[in-house]
RNA sequence: GGACGCGUAGCUCAGCGGGAGAGCACCUCGUUGACAUCGAGGGGGUCACAGGUUCGAUCCCUGUCGCGUCCA
């Protein structure tokens, strides 16, 4: 027999390991079957589970499994990303923290390679982070984006790109993090706001004639101001323009000129210029030719072009100093508070600096374009499609996106440099030379260019990277497109984006994949992201030692609605354990009451109507969590599990099936025992992609019972359900109904009047229609039973002091009247009278509406008159029995 | 500043043109066993506010207020 409860403990490595070593998760091999394929969102390699990603692979296992069922070549393709910042940083700060040497004293090569040890000592431990969450990855298929196959891709699309013109090499501003010392490009740039002052300094006109005001926000950058910039209207200034400033500390004279950038509204209507670090400032360098004068080494110290006072100064006591200095020189006119945005590196938390600097582009304008048209035309759909809007957002206005990165970690650019800094782009550093020996006509020294690619660089190429491309794989030639892509809307533009606009490109013009489904957030109970500096962090491997994987799986997928964030409990994690346990107690019941799959058992020739109720409802949940699944409605099909097995299997079959399986009748139990058998196998399967462990432990422990199933292996393999809607029996489903509402209502009114649990009384049945009739008779022991009464009788009028109550316009009453307090059941009449006063008045209401009957559909209007009328008769009965009440006492 | 989303029971959320729902929390009761990780019953909501469209609005439209996120 089985245990009292599910053990996960004891379960989930064991199942999971006999899964693995099924080969159950590699996609079947019939070529017949239809191909269904998720590329994992690639973890970072050296990362930890957190609980966005138990979510996101929750989500994609769930597909896969629902997928793998309905007997599809189903293959989720797992994989890691090198995360090029992200692991560099690590392991910096594991170097300094053992007081090691630093990256740079290391040197190249020697850094690189302890970085590859520490993924080999900690990259493990995320894939197992996700086998104990049961994810039913083709762990054969892992890759890594830094891998052989995935490097040899990522050469190839630059070098095609390259060579297409679509990557590029130019001098402009970027973004700088003086914390790494590297470009990052624009999304990882993070605007936070702070607060900061702004400066109003006046800069002397050379000939004396009198001062400019200038205001800003980083007074450590006049030292490379070229130009002081007024508006070409701005009437104060006009005077002024083609004159020139002598700039203080620095002494260099440099001009006023006219530009539509200074806003002639704001202080002084005058701007300083200095376009070598600031995007605006750029942009009017440009069109005035100024000078470009670079103040920062790579560490934002000030470098050799300012005065020798202020030469290895950090940015920011550069910043005091040149205050200091104004005031000293009486030039500092006015300091104003102010609060603004400053951009911050996403990673290292420093004020990134606009820097001008050699780098690689992608021309990602010309990429977007097809990217754009595949989601427009329908090629590739978000779900849920309001995402779509953010894409088209930022797709179409898309800037040239910086791909170099200088960094240590991650694939180096295949670009090598000629003593005359020629460039030759290639695969191979070989192919490189020869390119360079073609132009020189001879061998000359090449350099490699040091820098690597941005992460997403090659994230970029997962799909179609991971199946095999470049070489022309079965595996590529099968699963791609790929099916969905599960993921979260914060890397929609680092991420999907990116993966569209190189999959359409690389691979002629097919989309990456077909469906995007872009799942919630997950916050903590108060709705705050979770992060570790804010110490709410759930560690979803605690959850899962806690209540079990499939508690967690079943909590996350329920909910995953799309609209939110989700909020996480442990109170709501601990609920879905117990929803597990109901299950499996259910699965006992029948088990300890022989319910065994009988031979030859058809579920649509099934003759008791509560076997044909609940073959019904089955059906009814099966088709509903079928459709919910394929249009990913996580959230619809967890909640349409829980209903089924809970508020109709558990509640209601079981207790219904009670007498029938202590009965005497040995057919009708042979029938129950058959069909509970038949529902639970049918359960199990439903459940099994959102509860794998619990179900496939069932499945495995019930497997004796009975005849043998069709299906042998596990349950990850078995069939999917496909229940036709003929299985349905209006009549069963009446017939049930009536006996349920009975004894609802029944229980209601026990309950409500106090009328001891231990008390037996009669079930009076007072009028019915004759088919109503035949239903109680036929199950009279059952309701007996279960409203707890001692018989069921037919009479005509109900006795004084009985408790009347109706049910789908037939009445009932409870002779109880020793039990009850008289004012109670006042109480309970005049208040449902009241109820059934006001819908009554409200129906009439609409019917007395003559443009209502008129305009309302048929069907609104005849189900109001129904309505009204079952209201009405069911008053007039309550009324009476207040009236009999009110007389009796 | 621009865009999007959200305001429904104490809490978390579902519903999204025709009878206000679920889970948790709360209150009452609990019978000789599938399950106390349980069962039965109950209380609790002018569906943010103001207009409009409609026979009819929690649902559609407009505006206001509040909250959140992304982009500048």
């Known amino acids: 027999m089985l245990e009292k409860t599910f053990d996960p403990k004891s379960a989930e490595p064991r199942l999971y390991a006999a899964w693995e070593a099924s080969g159950g998760f590699s996609p079947i091999d019939d070529p017949a079957a239809e191909p269904f394929s998720i590329v994992i969102p690639p973890p970072n390699v050296t990362g930890q589970l957190h609980i966005g990603h138990a979510l996101n692979n929750t989500l994609q296992d769930v597909l ?31 170097l300094a923290e053992a007081g090691n040497q630093s990256r740079r004293d290391m040197g190249r090569d020697d850094f690189v390679a302890k970085v590859w040890e520490w993924k080999a000592k900690s990259g493990g431990a995320i894939v197992n982070q996700l086998k104990r969450m049961g994810a039913s990855c083709d762990w054969s298929r892992e890759r890594f984006t830094l891998d052989e196959g995935l490097s040899a891709a990522v050469r190839k699309v630059f070098v095609n790109l390259y060579q297409q013109k679509l990557i590029y090499r130019d001098k402009r501003l970027v973004n700088w993090d003086p914390h790494f010392q590297t470009a990052i490009s624009d999304l990882e740039v993070e605007a936070r706001e702070v607060d900061g002052h702004y400066w109003h300094f006046a800069y002397p006109l050379e000939d004396g004639s009198g001062e400019i005001v200038v205001a800003t926000t980083r007074p450590e950058t006049m030292l490379g101001d070229t130009a002081v910039a007024v508006h070409p209207s701005d009437q104060r200034d006009k005077a002024m323009v083609g004159k020139a400033v002598r700039l203080p500390i620095v002494g260099r004279p440099i001009p006023i000129i006219a530009d539509e950038y200074p806003d002639p509204e ?11 670090h600031d995007f605006n400032d750029f942009q009017v360098g440009k069109r005035h030719s100024l000078p470009m004068i670079n103040i920062f080494d790579d560490f934002a110290k000030l470098n050799d072009n300012v005065p020798v006072a202020y030469r290895g100064l950090d940015r920011f006591a550069a910043r005091k100093k040149v205050v200091e200095e104004f005031e000293a020189l009486g030039l500092l006119r006015e300091i104003e508070k102010t609060r603004h945005t400053v951009p911050h590196g996403d990673r290292s938390g420093v004020v990134v600096e606009p820097y001008l600097t050699d780098q690689w582009y992608v021309n990602a304008e010309v990429l977007a374009k097809p990217a754009i048209k595949a989601i427009e035309d329908g090629s590739t759909v978000f779900v849920p499609k309001a995402w779509e809007k953010t894409y088209f957002e930022w797709m179409r206005n898309i800037q040239p996106w910086c791909i170099s990165r200088q960094l240590w970690w991650g694939h180096r650019i295949p670009a090598w440099f000629g003593p005359d800094g020629k460039i030759f782009v290639a695969e191979t550093e070989a192919e490189a030379k020869n ?21 997403w660089f090659s994230s970029a190429l997962w799909p179609f990277s991971t199946l095999g491309w470049p070489e ?18 914060d890397i ?31 916050r903590d109970a108060e709705g705050k992201k979770m992060s570790k500096s804010k110490g709410n962090v759930m560690d979803p491997l605690e959850l899962v030692d806690d209540y079990g994987a499939d508690a967690l799986r079943f909590t996350l997928t329920a909910m995953s609605g799309q609209a939110r964030d989700i909020k996480l409990s442990r109170q709501r994690i601990e609920g879905y354990r117990n929803f597990g346990t109901k299950l499996w107690n259910a699965t006992r019941f029948c088990q300890v009451n022989g319910c065994e799959r009988a031979a030859g058992f058809n579920p649509a020739t099934v003759k008791n109507p509560l076997n044909r109720w609940i073959v019904g409802e089955t059906t009814r949940a099966a088709r509903a969590i079928t459709t919910a699944l394929d249009g990913c409605g996580f959230d619809e099909a967890a909640g349409g599990l829980y209903r089924f097995i809970w508020n109709q299997f558990c509640d209601w079959y079981v207790e219904l099936a009670k007498p029938l399986l202590n009965g005497s009748d040995p057919a009708a139990k042979a029938e129950t025992q058959a069909t509970a058998a038949w529902v639970l196998d049918v359960m199990c399967k439903l459940l099994h992609p959102v509860m794998p462990f619990l179900t496939e432990e069932l499945w495995g422990q019930t497997a004796d019972l009975g005849v043998p199933r069709d299906h042998k292996g596990f349950l990850m393999m078995a069939p999917w359900p496909d229940l036709p809607p003929s299985l349905i029996d209006p009549a069963a489903d009446a017939e049930i109904g009536l006996i349920v509402e009975t004894i609802s209502e029944g229980r209601s009114v026990r309950q409500e009047l106090n009328v001891p649990a231990s008390a037996k009384p009669a079930l009076l049945v007072v009028e019915t229609t004759p088919a109503q009739r035949a239903i109680i008779e036929a199950s009279a022991p059952l309701i007996a039973q279960l409203l707890r009464v001692s018989e069921i009788t037919f009479t005509d009028t109900a006795p004084d002091g009985s408790i009347p109550f109706v049910v789908e316009g037939a009445t009932f009453a409870l002779p109880v009247a020793e039990f009850i307090d008289l004012t109670a059941e006042r109480a309970r009449l005049t208040r449902d009278v009241g109820g059934l006063t006001g819908e009554i008045a409200k129906l009439s209401g609409k019917l007395g509406n003559a443009d209502f009957v008129a305009r309302a559909p048929e069907e609104v209007v005849e189900e109001n008159r129904e309505r009204l009328a079952e209201a009405e008769g069911a008053k007039a009965k309550l009324e009476s029995a207040l009236k009999r009440l009110e007389a009796a006492g």
């Open 64 to 94: 896969i499994r629902f997928e793998r069922m309905r007997g599809k070549a189903a293959l989720w393709l797992p994989g890691t990303d090198h995360a090029g910042i992200a692991t560099q940083m690590v392991v910096e700060r594991q």
């Open 472 to 489: 022309n794989t079965e595996d590529l030639r099968r699963f791609y497109p790929t099916h969905t892509l599960v993921t979260g809307f």
């Open 492 to 522: 929609i533009f680092f991420w999907v984006a990116r993966m569209m606009m190189q999959g359409i490109h690389f691979m002629d013009g097919q989309v990456p994949f077909k469906r995007i489904f872009i799942n919630a957030l997950v």
């Open 435 to 455: 390119q360079a020996r073609e132009l020189y006509g001879r061998d000359e020294p090449l350099r490699q260019d040091e820098d690597v690619l941005d992460t």
């Open 266 to 276: 704001k202080g002084s209507g005058a701007v300083k210029i200095t376009p070598a």
